[in-house]
Protein backbone atom coordinates (compact mmCIF):
# COMPACT_ATOMS: atom_id res chain seq x y z
CA UNK A 1 0.00 0.00 0.00
CA UNK A 2 1.47 3.79 -1.01
CA UNK A 3 -0.19 6.96 -0.51
CA UNK A 4 -0.17 8.89 -3.80
CA UNK A 5 -1.30 12.55 -4.31
CA UNK A 6 -3.76 13.17 -7.33
CA UNK A 7 -2.76 16.48 -9.35
CA UNK A 8 -4.81 17.99 -11.80
CA UNK A 9 -3.05 18.87 -14.58
CA UNK A 10 -3.53 20.65 -18.14
CA UNK A 11 -1.62 20.29 -21.48
CA UNK A 12 -1.94 21.03 -25.52
CA UNK A 13 -3.59 18.18 -27.44
CA UNK A 14 -2.88 17.51 -31.13
CA UNK A 15 -4.62 20.19 -32.81
CA UNK A 16 -3.81 22.64 -30.01
CA UNK A 17 -7.19 22.25 -27.57
CA UNK A 18 -6.06 22.06 -23.75
CA UNK A 19 -6.81 18.63 -22.45
CA UNK A 20 -7.85 17.89 -18.83
CA UNK A 21 -5.88 14.93 -16.98
CA UNK A 22 -5.02 13.78 -13.83
CA UNK A 23 -1.16 12.96 -12.25
CA UNK A 24 -1.88 9.91 -10.01
CA UNK A 25 1.97 10.08 -7.84
CA UNK A 26 3.01 7.72 -5.43
CA UNK A 27 4.86 9.26 -2.76
CA UNK A 28 8.68 8.55 -2.62
CA UNK A 29 9.95 7.71 -5.51
CA UNK A 30 8.47 6.37 -8.75
CA UNK A 31 9.09 2.91 -10.50
CA UNK A 32 8.26 4.22 -13.44
CA UNK A 33 5.38 6.01 -15.36
CA UNK A 34 2.77 5.30 -17.49
CA UNK A 35 -0.21 7.08 -19.76
CA UNK A 36 -3.77 4.95 -19.26
CA UNK A 37 -5.89 6.14 -22.22
CA UNK A 38 -9.88 5.42 -21.77
CA UNK A 39 -12.83 3.75 -23.64
CA UNK A 40 -14.27 5.13 -26.65
CA UNK A 41 -16.56 8.26 -25.34
CA UNK A 42 -16.05 7.59 -21.70
CA UNK A 43 -13.42 9.88 -20.41
CA UNK A 44 -10.56 9.46 -17.97
CA UNK A 45 -13.12 10.03 -14.72
CA UNK A 46 -14.54 6.72 -15.57
CA UNK A 47 -14.40 4.09 -12.83
CA UNK A 48 -12.35 2.05 -14.51
CA UNK A 49 -9.36 4.04 -14.90
CA UNK A 50 -9.55 5.85 -11.77
CA UNK A 51 -8.79 2.91 -10.26
CA UNK A 52 -7.26 1.02 -12.37
CA UNK A 53 -4.85 3.91 -12.08
CA UNK A 54 -4.48 4.53 -8.59
CA UNK A 55 -3.94 0.93 -8.04
CA UNK A 56 -0.78 1.32 -10.13
CA UNK A 57 0.61 4.32 -8.36
CA UNK A 58 -0.19 1.96 -5.13
CA UNK A 59 2.53 -0.22 -6.27
CA UNK A 60 4.96 3.29 -6.98
CA UNK A 61 3.96 3.57 -10.70
CA UNK A 62 3.35 7.44 -11.58
CA UNK A 63 0.42 7.18 -13.91
CA UNK A 64 -1.43 9.76 -16.33
CA UNK A 65 -4.63 9.95 -17.52
CA UNK A 66 -6.37 12.49 -19.65
CA UNK A 67 -9.90 13.20 -21.37
CA UNK A 68 -9.43 12.80 -25.07
CA UNK A 69 -10.51 16.02 -27.23
CA UNK A 70 -14.13 16.95 -26.92
CA UNK A 71 -14.59 14.79 -23.79
CA UNK A 72 -14.63 15.23 -20.12
CA UNK A 73 -13.29 18.44 -19.29
CA UNK A 74 -10.80 18.67 -22.53
CA UNK A 75 -11.72 21.58 -25.04
CA UNK A 76 -12.99 20.75 -28.27
CA UNK A 77 -15.93 19.45 -30.18
CA UNK A 78 -16.12 15.39 -30.29
CA UNK A 79 -17.85 15.45 -33.90
CA UNK A 80 -14.21 17.07 -35.07
CA UNK A 81 -12.48 14.20 -33.73
CA UNK A 82 -11.29 10.89 -34.88
CA UNK A 83 -9.19 7.40 -34.08
CA UNK A 84 -6.28 9.55 -35.59
CA UNK A 85 -6.59 12.56 -33.44
CA UNK A 86 -6.69 10.10 -30.61
CA UNK A 87 -3.58 8.72 -31.39
CA UNK A 88 -2.15 12.08 -31.30
CA UNK A 89 -3.67 12.91 -28.20
CA UNK A 90 -2.09 10.18 -27.24
CA UNK A 91 1.36 10.98 -28.22
CA UNK A 92 0.81 14.63 -26.99
CA UNK A 93 0.03 12.85 -23.48
CA UNK A 94 3.79 10.98 -23.46
CA UNK A 95 5.44 13.89 -24.93
CA UNK A 96 4.23 16.46 -21.70
CA UNK A 97 4.60 13.34 -19.19
CA UNK A 98 7.98 13.39 -20.69
CA UNK A 99 8.72 17.33 -19.57
CA UNK A 100 7.00 16.93 -16.69
CA UNK A 101 8.60 13.91 -15.70
CA UNK A 102 9.73 10.91 -17.37
CA UNK A 103 8.73 9.39 -20.67
CA UNK A 104 5.95 6.91 -19.90
CA UNK A 105 7.17 3.38 -19.87
CA UNK A 106 4.29 1.90 -19.80
CA UNK A 107 1.38 2.17 -22.22
CA UNK A 108 -2.60 1.43 -20.79
CA UNK A 109 -5.64 1.60 -22.73
CA UNK A 110 -8.84 0.27 -21.94
CA UNK A 111 -11.10 -0.76 -24.57
CA UNK A 112 -10.68 1.39 -28.09
CA UNK A 113 -7.99 3.53 -25.85
CA UNK A 114 -6.48 -0.15 -26.28
CA UNK A 115 -6.46 -0.08 -29.72
CA UNK A 116 -5.24 3.62 -29.76
CA UNK A 117 -2.27 2.24 -27.42
CA UNK A 118 -1.10 -0.45 -30.16
CA UNK A 119 -1.07 2.83 -32.72
CA UNK A 120 0.77 5.27 -30.98
CA UNK A 121 3.39 2.71 -29.30
CA UNK A 122 5.78 3.38 -32.26
CA UNK A 123 5.87 6.89 -32.07
CA UNK A 124 6.18 7.40 -28.31
CA UNK A 125 9.82 7.11 -27.89
CA UNK A 126 10.92 5.23 -24.29
CA UNK A 127 8.27 2.80 -24.49
CA UNK A 128 8.96 -0.44 -23.37
CA UNK A 129 5.78 -2.70 -22.16
CA UNK A 130 1.74 -2.07 -23.46
CA UNK A 131 -1.28 -3.00 -22.46
CA UNK A 132 -4.75 -3.21 -23.55
CA UNK A 133 -7.88 -4.24 -21.16
CA UNK A 134 -10.90 -5.66 -23.72
CA UNK A 135 -9.51 -3.71 -26.51
CA UNK A 136 -10.39 -4.61 -30.21
CA UNK A 137 -8.28 -5.76 -32.56
CA UNK A 138 -8.52 -2.61 -35.04
CA UNK A 139 -10.81 0.48 -34.71
CA UNK A 140 -13.05 -0.27 -37.54
CA UNK A 141 -15.11 -2.45 -34.70
CA UNK A 142 -16.19 0.71 -33.30
CA UNK A 143 -17.38 1.95 -36.69
CA UNK A 144 -19.25 -0.95 -37.12
CA UNK A 145 -21.70 0.57 -34.36
CA UNK A 146 -22.56 3.14 -36.69
CA UNK A 147 -23.56 1.47 -39.85
CA UNK A 148 -27.14 1.83 -39.43
CA UNK A 149 -26.72 5.84 -39.96
CA UNK A 150 -24.40 5.83 -42.81
CA UNK A 151 -26.93 6.64 -44.75
CA UNK A 152 -27.68 10.12 -43.12
CA UNK A 153 -24.33 10.37 -42.63
CA UNK A 154 -23.89 10.97 -46.17
CA UNK A 155 -27.01 12.93 -46.52
CA UNK A 156 -26.10 15.48 -43.72
CA UNK A 157 -22.83 15.01 -43.05
CA UNK A 158 -23.08 14.70 -39.60
CA UNK A 159 -25.66 13.16 -37.41
CA UNK A 160 -26.69 12.35 -32.97
CA UNK A 161 -25.84 8.71 -32.15
CA UNK A 162 -26.40 7.32 -28.77
CA UNK A 163 -23.19 5.92 -27.00
CA UNK A 164 -24.03 4.20 -23.96
CA UNK A 165 -27.03 6.24 -22.84
CA UNK A 166 -25.51 9.68 -23.88
CA UNK A 167 -26.00 12.07 -27.14
CA UNK A 168 -23.10 12.77 -29.05
CA UNK A 169 -22.40 13.77 -32.88
CA UNK A 170 -20.40 12.40 -35.02
CA UNK A 171 -19.21 13.42 -38.85
CA UNK A 172 -18.81 11.08 -41.77
CA UNK A 173 -15.04 11.77 -41.87
CA UNK A 174 -15.06 10.18 -38.57
CA UNK A 175 -15.94 6.48 -40.24
CA UNK A 176 -13.64 7.54 -43.37
CA UNK A 177 -10.60 7.44 -41.00
CA UNK A 178 -11.55 4.27 -38.99
CA UNK A 179 -11.61 2.11 -41.83
CA UNK A 180 -8.37 3.67 -43.43
CA UNK A 181 -6.81 1.59 -39.76
CA UNK A 182 -7.67 -1.62 -41.38
CA UNK A 183 -7.30 -5.00 -40.19
CA UNK A 184 -3.77 -5.28 -41.97
CA UNK A 185 -2.91 -2.63 -41.07
CA UNK A 186 -3.43 -2.98 -36.94
CA UNK A 187 -1.96 -6.35 -37.68
CA UNK A 188 1.09 -4.95 -38.78
CA UNK A 189 1.24 -2.71 -35.70
CA UNK A 190 0.93 -5.36 -33.20
CA UNK A 191 3.27 -7.66 -34.99
CA UNK A 192 5.83 -5.05 -34.95
CA UNK A 193 5.57 -4.15 -31.54
CA UNK A 194 8.58 -5.17 -30.59
CA UNK A 195 7.78 -4.84 -26.90
CA UNK A 196 5.97 -6.85 -24.23
CA UNK A 197 2.55 -6.90 -24.77
CA UNK A 198 0.11 -8.03 -21.96
CA UNK A 199 -3.77 -8.84 -22.71
CA UNK A 200 -6.58 -8.42 -20.56
CA UNK A 201 -10.53 -9.54 -21.58
CA UNK A 202 -13.50 -11.29 -20.06
CA UNK A 203 -15.12 -14.15 -22.00
CA UNK A 204 -18.35 -12.22 -21.08
CA UNK A 205 -17.57 -8.77 -22.81
CA UNK A 206 -20.51 -8.27 -24.54
CA UNK A 207 -19.26 -4.56 -26.13
CA UNK A 208 -16.29 -6.62 -27.84
CA UNK A 209 -15.75 -10.26 -27.85
CA UNK A 210 -12.77 -11.68 -26.48
CA UNK A 211 -11.58 -13.32 -30.48
CA UNK A 212 -10.32 -9.78 -30.20
CA UNK A 213 -8.11 -10.81 -27.64
CA UNK A 214 -7.15 -13.68 -29.49
CA UNK A 215 -6.37 -12.28 -32.42
CA UNK A 216 -4.24 -9.82 -30.84
CA UNK A 217 -2.71 -12.73 -29.07
CA UNK A 218 -1.88 -14.45 -32.24
CA UNK A 219 -0.17 -12.00 -34.51
CA UNK A 220 2.14 -10.45 -31.81
CA UNK A 221 5.57 -11.80 -30.99
CA UNK A 222 6.63 -12.87 -27.16
CA UNK A 223 7.04 -11.82 -24.71
CA UNK A 224 2.96 -11.68 -24.82
CA UNK A 225 0.89 -12.82 -21.87
CA UNK A 226 -3.05 -12.87 -21.67
CA UNK A 227 -4.83 -12.85 -18.91
CA UNK A 228 -8.57 -13.66 -18.42
CA UNK A 229 -11.15 -11.77 -16.76
CA UNK A 230 -13.52 -14.10 -16.17
CA UNK A 231 -17.06 -12.81 -15.15
CA UNK A 232 -16.08 -8.95 -15.63
CA UNK A 233 -18.14 -6.78 -17.93
CA UNK A 234 -16.41 -4.60 -20.58
CA UNK A 235 -16.23 -1.26 -18.46
CA UNK A 236 -15.29 -3.02 -15.28
CA UNK A 237 -17.72 -2.15 -13.43
CA UNK A 238 -17.13 -4.48 -10.54
CA UNK A 239 -14.21 -2.50 -8.31
CA UNK A 240 -12.93 -5.85 -7.43
CA UNK A 241 -11.96 -6.43 -11.35
CA UNK A 242 -10.71 -3.37 -11.62
CA UNK A 243 -8.59 -4.02 -8.76
CA UNK A 244 -7.56 -7.23 -10.09
CA UNK A 245 -6.53 -5.70 -13.05
CA UNK A 246 -4.22 -2.83 -11.13
CA UNK A 247 -2.72 -5.57 -9.07
CA UNK A 248 -1.89 -8.33 -12.26
CA UNK A 249 -0.57 -5.33 -14.50
CA UNK A 250 1.47 -3.96 -11.34
CA UNK A 251 3.43 -7.37 -10.84
CA UNK A 252 3.40 -8.11 -14.72
CA UNK A 253 5.48 -4.45 -14.87
CA UNK A 254 7.79 -5.47 -12.38
CA UNK A 255 8.39 -8.93 -13.90
CA UNK A 256 9.08 -7.21 -17.85
CA UNK A 257 10.73 -4.17 -16.51
CA UNK A 258 13.67 -3.24 -14.86
CA UNK A 259 11.97 -1.37 -11.51
CA UNK A 260 13.94 2.11 -11.46
CA UNK A 261 13.03 5.57 -9.59
CA UNK A 262 13.40 8.87 -11.97
CA UNK A 263 16.87 9.48 -11.04
CA UNK A 264 17.98 6.32 -12.17
CA UNK A 265 17.86 4.73 -8.76
CA UNK A 266 16.96 0.56 -8.08
CA UNK A 267 14.41 -0.04 -5.54
CA UNK A 268 15.55 0.95 -2.06
CA UNK A 269 16.98 3.18 0.55
CA UNK A 270 20.04 5.03 0.27
CA UNK A 271 23.48 2.79 0.17
CA UNK A 272 21.19 -0.51 0.65
CA UNK A 273 19.89 1.14 3.93
CA UNK A 274 16.56 2.72 4.66
CA UNK A 275 15.34 6.02 3.78
CA UNK A 276 12.43 8.20 5.24
CA UNK A 277 10.72 11.27 3.65
CA UNK A 278 8.09 12.95 5.16
CA UNK A 279 5.47 14.49 2.67
CA UNK A 280 4.93 18.16 1.63
CA UNK A 281 2.79 19.52 4.80
CA UNK A 282 -0.70 20.16 4.03
CA UNK A 283 -1.16 19.11 0.71
CA UNK A 284 -3.85 16.60 0.04
CA UNK A 285 -2.63 12.68 -0.60
CA UNK A 286 -5.08 9.92 -1.90
CA UNK A 287 -5.08 6.67 0.35
CA UNK A 288 -5.05 3.63 -1.55
CA UNK A 289 -5.19 0.05 -1.18
CA UNK A 290 -3.96 -2.61 -4.16
CA UNK A 291 -5.95 -5.36 -2.71
CA UNK A 292 -8.67 -2.72 -3.40
CA UNK A 293 -7.75 -0.23 -5.73
CA UNK A 294 -10.44 2.27 -3.88
CA UNK A 295 -9.78 5.55 -2.72
CA UNK A 296 -9.97 5.15 1.21
CA UNK A 297 -9.70 8.80 2.01
CA UNK A 298 -8.07 11.84 1.13
CA UNK A 299 -5.65 13.52 3.91
CA UNK A 300 -3.68 16.34 4.89
CA UNK A 301 -0.30 15.31 5.53
CA UNK A 302 0.58 16.26 8.95
CA UNK A 303 3.42 13.58 10.20
CA UNK A 304 3.22 11.14 7.44
CA UNK A 305 6.12 9.58 6.19
CA UNK A 306 7.50 7.41 3.18
CA UNK A 307 9.75 4.44 4.65
CA UNK A 308 11.88 2.62 1.65
CA UNK A 309 13.38 -0.47 2.61
CA UNK A 310 14.88 -2.34 -0.31
CA UNK A 311 12.10 -2.70 -2.65
CA UNK A 312 9.55 -2.30 0.17
CA UNK A 313 7.74 0.88 0.77
CA UNK A 314 5.29 1.75 3.60
CA UNK A 315 4.05 4.31 5.79
CA UNK A 316 4.61 5.66 9.02
CA UNK A 317 2.84 8.12 10.90
CA UNK A 318 1.49 9.81 14.81
CA UNK A 319 -2.09 8.62 15.64
CA UNK A 320 -4.89 11.30 15.66
CA UNK A 321 -4.20 11.76 19.62
CA UNK A 322 -0.44 13.55 18.71
CA UNK A 323 -1.84 15.33 15.71
CA UNK A 324 -1.41 12.93 13.57
CA UNK A 325 -3.61 10.94 10.45
CA UNK A 326 -2.49 7.51 11.89
CA UNK A 327 -2.06 6.37 8.49
CA UNK A 328 0.74 4.25 9.71
CA UNK A 329 2.88 2.83 12.59
CA UNK A 330 4.45 5.18 14.82
CA UNK A 331 8.64 5.73 15.59
CA UNK A 332 7.98 3.71 18.05
CA UNK A 333 6.14 0.78 16.72
CA UNK A 334 8.34 0.75 14.17
CA UNK A 335 11.40 0.12 17.11
CA UNK A 336 9.20 -2.20 18.65
CA UNK A 337 8.28 -4.46 15.32
CA UNK A 338 12.55 -4.31 14.60
CA UNK A 339 13.05 -5.76 18.17
CA UNK A 340 10.04 -8.55 17.75
CA UNK A 341 11.51 -9.37 14.21
CA UNK A 342 14.54 -10.16 15.31
CA UNK A 343 13.58 -11.80 18.55
CA UNK A 344 11.30 -14.65 16.83
CA UNK A 345 13.86 -15.30 13.57
CA UNK A 346 17.01 -15.53 16.18
CA UNK A 347 14.91 -18.27 18.11
CA UNK A 348 14.20 -20.34 15.09
CA UNK A 349 17.34 -19.94 13.72
CA UNK A 350 19.18 -20.99 17.19
CA UNK A 351 15.98 -24.04 17.25
CA UNK A 352 17.22 -24.98 13.30
CA UNK A 353 20.17 -25.83 14.25
CA UNK A 354 19.85 -27.77 17.32
CA UNK A 355 16.66 -29.48 15.42
CA UNK A 356 14.68 -28.54 18.35
CA UNK A 357 10.76 -28.74 17.39
CA UNK A 358 10.13 -25.53 17.70
CA UNK A 359 7.32 -24.75 15.32
CA UNK A 360 5.71 -21.20 16.13
CA UNK A 361 6.92 -17.87 18.28
CA UNK A 362 4.70 -14.62 18.86
CA UNK A 363 6.34 -11.67 20.68
CA UNK A 364 4.50 -8.86 22.31
CA UNK A 365 6.10 -6.04 22.62
CA UNK A 366 5.34 -2.48 24.48
CA UNK A 367 7.24 0.57 25.72
CA UNK A 368 6.83 3.06 28.56
CA UNK A 369 8.70 5.68 30.65
CA UNK A 370 9.32 4.68 34.39
CA UNK A 371 10.40 6.39 37.50
CA UNK A 372 13.83 4.98 37.84
CA UNK A 373 13.02 3.76 41.39
CA UNK A 374 10.38 1.87 40.36
CA UNK A 375 12.71 -0.02 37.51
CA UNK A 376 14.66 -3.12 38.54
CA UNK A 377 17.73 -1.96 36.29
CA UNK A 378 17.35 1.20 36.69
CA UNK A 379 21.28 2.05 36.36
CA UNK A 380 20.68 1.43 32.49
CA UNK A 381 18.96 4.92 32.86
CA UNK A 382 21.38 6.44 34.57
CA UNK A 383 23.90 8.55 32.16
CA UNK A 384 26.83 8.06 32.30
CA UNK A 385 27.01 5.31 34.91
CA UNK A 386 26.14 7.42 37.76
CA UNK A 387 22.91 6.62 39.87
CA UNK A 388 19.64 8.36 38.35
CA UNK A 389 18.56 11.69 40.52
CA UNK A 390 14.73 10.75 42.27
CA UNK A 391 11.90 11.72 40.01
CA UNK A 392 14.11 11.01 37.03
CA UNK A 393 12.77 8.49 34.23
CA UNK A 394 13.95 5.84 32.29
CA UNK A 395 12.67 4.07 28.74
CA UNK A 396 11.80 0.09 29.52
CA UNK A 397 10.95 -2.30 26.78
CA UNK A 398 8.85 -5.19 28.13
CA UNK A 399 8.99 -8.60 25.64
CA UNK A 400 6.98 -11.13 26.43
CA UNK A 401 7.24 -14.66 24.39
CA UNK A 402 4.74 -17.15 23.51
CA UNK A 403 6.83 -20.45 22.47
CA UNK A 404 4.94 -23.07 20.79
CA UNK A 405 5.88 -26.78 19.99
CA UNK A 406 6.88 -29.88 21.87
CA UNK A 407 9.64 -28.63 23.75
CA UNK A 408 10.75 -29.12 27.46
CA UNK A 409 11.04 -26.82 30.08
CA UNK A 410 14.98 -27.04 29.54
CA UNK A 411 14.88 -25.81 25.54
CA UNK A 412 11.76 -23.14 26.80
CA UNK A 413 14.27 -22.05 29.27
CA UNK A 414 17.81 -21.25 26.53
CA UNK A 415 15.37 -20.16 24.05
CA UNK A 416 14.34 -17.17 26.83
CA UNK A 417 18.22 -17.17 27.40
CA UNK A 418 18.58 -16.30 23.45
CA UNK A 419 16.59 -14.22 23.31
CA UNK A 420 18.57 -11.87 24.98
CA UNK A 421 21.15 -12.77 21.97
CA UNK A 422 19.30 -11.31 19.16
CA UNK A 423 21.19 -8.70 16.60
CA UNK A 424 18.84 -6.15 17.76
CA UNK A 425 18.10 -6.40 21.48
CA UNK A 426 22.46 -6.39 21.52
CA UNK A 427 21.90 -2.76 19.78
CA UNK A 428 19.40 -1.37 22.09
CA UNK A 429 21.76 -2.36 24.80
CA UNK A 430 24.86 -1.31 23.60
CA UNK A 431 23.79 2.92 23.33
CA UNK A 432 24.93 2.80 19.93
CA UNK A 433 26.46 5.90 18.31
CA UNK A 434 24.68 7.78 16.10
CA UNK A 435 26.09 9.93 13.63
CA UNK A 436 24.08 12.62 11.70
CA UNK A 437 25.42 14.24 8.75
CA UNK A 438 23.80 16.81 6.03
CA UNK A 439 23.56 15.65 2.44
CA UNK A 440 25.65 17.91 0.66
CA UNK A 441 23.74 17.48 -1.91
CA UNK A 442 20.68 19.22 -0.85
Not at 59 to 78: A, K, M, P, Q, Y
Request: charge should be negative; glycine fraction near 10%.
Amino acid sequence: MRALRSERLEFEGADGKVLAARLEVPIGPSAGTAVFAHCFTCGKDIAAATRISRGLAAEGITVLRFDFTGLGNSEGDFANTDFTSNVDDLVAAARHLAGIHTPPALLVGHSLGGSAVLAAAHRIPGVRAVCTIGSPVEPDHVGRLFRHVEGDLQAKGEVAVDIAGRSFRIKQDFLDDIAEHSDETAAERIRDLGVPLLIFHSPEDAVVSIDHAARIYRRARHPKSFVSLAGADHLLTDPADAAWVADMLAAWVRRVLPIESEHGEKHGGAHGGVTVQSLPSGEWYVQAESQSAQVRSRVRAQFLQEVTAGRHRFLADEPESFGGDDRGPTPYDLLLAGLGACTSMTLHMYARRKKWPLERVAVDLSHERVHAKDCEDCERGAENGAEPENGAKVERITRRLRIEGPLDADQRARLLEIADRCPVHRTLEGVPEIVTELDSGH
